[in-house]
């Protein structure tokens, strides 16, 4: 999908709206410049200036299947409507297994959902499924209805407005359990074999694969990378973990933006005071 472009509207500099010195209490700026969204960093208004006047459509893509539908679905889509990318045309890509299941769905304006079939293989890993339809409907018409797209699981709610300072050519999600953290006990795949291996001494990051984003043609190339390094292990007798994969993907294409554990906190755990405002709320899947 292309913007609307306006020639008076000229994309803003990270300065004009990102200002890392307001939070010397955690890491706003990459080794590779690209800013660490926190509360208190960005200047919203500055970005809806530019991004109102492009009429975007931002996609969220949410896998409900089997019981997980039930449990999760119905608070994660309220929530979404209430505090996702508010004022823009958002899409909700509801994948299923079950239409059945689904609850009634009641949005409010410039929003609308599209329910897309989840095709089931041999194969039993849920993440691989849900990748691989995903790339499937991003292919078929996702690509030409949007112009930025996030992928979440359905374990999430939404506390407080998500919006456009989230926006990214390729946007990774800081994991709450571990930005806190020494980067020595991050829980990469360590095996040297595996497609997905990450040496001690290596890694920026540990990201959670519960949330990504970034344009439909970045989340395309991420799947691809996926699937391969998959593919790969299984030749080799290997199997590691989606989020591992996720972890060495963004080691090497290094993520434009990032968002904060504020964008995805484990209410589990208490807070720190780093965690000014908790935009996403984790729940732990119950099994």
Avoid at 33 to 61: C, D, F, M, S
Avoid at 104 to 122: D, M, N, S, Y
Avoid at 211 to 219: A, D, L, R, S, V
Wanted: charged residues 25%; contains cysteine; hydrophobic residues 40%.
């Amino acid at each position: 999908m292309n913007f609307c472009w306006d020639h008076e509207a000229e994309e803003p500099q990270l300065s004009d709206w990102f200002n890392p010195k307001k939070r010397p209490d955690v890491i706003t700026t990459t080794d590779w410049l690209a800013p660490v969204i926190w509360e208190g960093t960005y200047n919203r208004q500055v970005l809806e200036k530019y991004y109102k006047r492009l009429n975007i459509t931002v996609g969220l893509a949410v896998c409900a299947t089997g019981k997980f539908t039930a449990q999760y679905l119905e608070k994660f889509i309220q929530s979404a409507n209430k505090h996702f990318m508010i004022g823009y045309n958002v899409i909700f890509y509801i994948l299923t297994d079950d239409v059945a299941r689904l609850p009634r769905i009641e949005l409010g304006p410039l929003r609308t959902f599209k329910l897309l079939a989840v095709f089931k293989e041999e194969w039993k890993d849920f993440n691989f499924i849900h990748m691989k339809n995903l790339y499937m409907y991003v292919i078929e018409h996702i690509q030409h209805e949007v112009d930025f797209l996030f992928s979440m699981t359905v374990n999430h709610i939404f506390k407080n407005d998500f919006g456009v300072e989230t926006l990214g050519t390729s946007v990774a999600q800081i994991h709450a359990w571990w930005y806190f953290k020494n980067a020595h006990d991050f829980p990469y795949e360590r095996r040297p074999a595996s497609a997905a291996f990450i040496p001690f001494g290596e890694g920026d990051f540990y990201y959670h694969a519960a949330i990504f984003g970034g344009t439909p043609e970045k989340i395309l190339t991420f799947i691809e990378g996926y699937r391969k390094g998959v593919s790969d292990d299984s030749k080799n007798g290997l199997s590691s973990i989606y989020e591992h994969h996720l972890n060495k993907y963004f080691l090497i294409n290094k993520p434009t933006k990032l968002l904060s554990p504020e964008y995805n906190w484990d209410p589990n755990f208490r807070t720190p005071p780093q965690i000014k405002l908790v935009k996403v709320a984790w729940l732990q899947k119950k099994i």
